[in-house]
T-cell receptor, first 116, second 114 residues
């Protein structure tokens, strides 16, 4: 299994500002993803973080709003830009896959974001 | 594209009673299937997974699930529920080739009465 450290664990931010969330894994993984969980809702995939190239975004999510970096096989960041109260959610990093094949997804503890 | 349906938004069972949470999926090929549990204020914990082989899979905390291709289902069961099982349960499907890229169902909230 993979151990994922996600920071910060929670934050309260002013509207119009940006927050960068970090995801650090204790081993090299091939796949890294970012999900959003709105209050009382299920998880929705925002994007796949690709190492050394631009992230692949799901329908309804755009790079200008959710820029993502992945400089290596163990680290990624998600920025929530120009925040509004509608961005209040839990943001989760997940990882999966090794150099030898598929694995299930492992999740960080999430970042609970409140925008005021 | 794959999809997952969890028909039951909220289920209440008595402690010691049996439990079955329903999950139906839509996917063209053999899917990777998962059940995750999320306790209040906690992250997601994997209960069990199906990749291939035996269609009855055992998981942690006494849970099991059965993959039924003919019904496109992957229902979660537990013979005797404990109060600590109260949580949100998510069924998820992974696309072939990327088992970790998941589409989640809407979740079922389990309440356990004493």
């Amino acid at each position: 299994s993979a151990v994922i450290s996600q920071k910060p664990s929670r934050d309260i931010c002013q509207r119009g500002t940006s927050l960068t969330i970090q995801c650090q894994v204790d081993s090299q993984v091939t796949m890294m993803f970012w999900y959003r969980q709105q209050p009382g809702q299920s998880l929705t995939l925002i994007a796949t973080a690709n190492q050394g190239s631009e992230a692949t975004y799901e329908s309804g999510f755009v790079i200008d709003k959710f820029p993502i970096s992945r400089p290596n096989l163990t680290f990624s960041t998600l920025t929530v830009s120009n925040m509004s109260p509608e961005d209040s959610s839990i943001y989760l990093c997940s990882v999966g896959g090794t150099q030898t094949g598929n694995t299930e997804a492992f999740f960080g503890q999430g970042t609970r974001l409140t925008v005021v | 594209a794959q999809s997952v349906t969890q028909p039951d938004i909220h289920i209440t069972v008595s402690e010691g009673a049996s439990l079955e949470l329903r999950c139906n999926y839509s996917y063209g090929a053999t899917p990777y299937l998962f059940w995750y549990v999320q306790s209040p204020g906690q992250g997601l914990q994997l209960l069990l997974k199906y990749f291939s082989g035996d269609t009855l899979v055992q998981g942690i905390k006494g849970f099991e699930a059965e993959f039924k291709r003919s019904q496109s289902s992957f229902n979660l069961r537990k013979p005797s529920v404990h109060w600590s099982d109260a949580a949100e349960y998510f069924c998820a499907v992974g696309a072939a080739g990327t088992a970790s890229k998941l589409t989640f169902g809407t979740g079922t909230r389990l309440q356990v009465t004493l």
